[in-house]
Nanobody, 118 residues
Framework: VQLVASGGGLVQAGESLRLSCAAP????????MGWFRQAPGKEREFVAA????????YYSDSVKGRFTISRDNAKNTVYLQMNSLKPEDTAVYYC????????????WGQGIQVAVSS
């Protein structure tokens, strides 16, 4: 199973980016999907997740109100809309899949760089 992320890049503070993560080989609607990130010198941290039906999205406090996670089960794709980006959002972002939503992330994407300049 492969998760393929796209949409990263370099933006200025206050701008927006949308990340996508496609999972063509996954029984997608059976998985909670999530996004994590890892900044230089820091541990990987949770960003957002969404359950199989698209309901009950939840976010870390650091991104709540600025980021929105969504999914399209017909396209086997999860998205992360990131608005009002800050330099502290700079990190490598990873998508992940959790079968059944039990908090065990079985599959991970390759990571995609997001850089926000001040």
């Amino acid at each position: 199973v492969q998760l393929v992320a796209s949409g990263g890049g370099l933006v200025q503070a206050g701008e927006s980016l949308r990340l996508s993560c496609a999972a063509p080989g996954l029984s997608f609607s059976s998985y909670t999907m999530g996004w994590f990130r890892q900044a230089p010198g820091k541990e990987r941290e949770f960003v957002a997740a969404i359950n199989w039906s698209g309901g009950s999205p939840y976010y870390s406090d650091s991104v709540k109100g600025r980021f929105t996670i969504s999914r399209d089960n017909a396209k086997n794709t999860v998205y992360l809309q990131m608005n009002s980006l800050k330099p502290e959002d700079t990190a490598v972002y990873y998508c992940a899949a959790d079968f059944g939503g039990a908090g065990h992330w079985q599959y991970w994407g390759q990571g995609i760089q997001v850089a926000v300049s001040s």
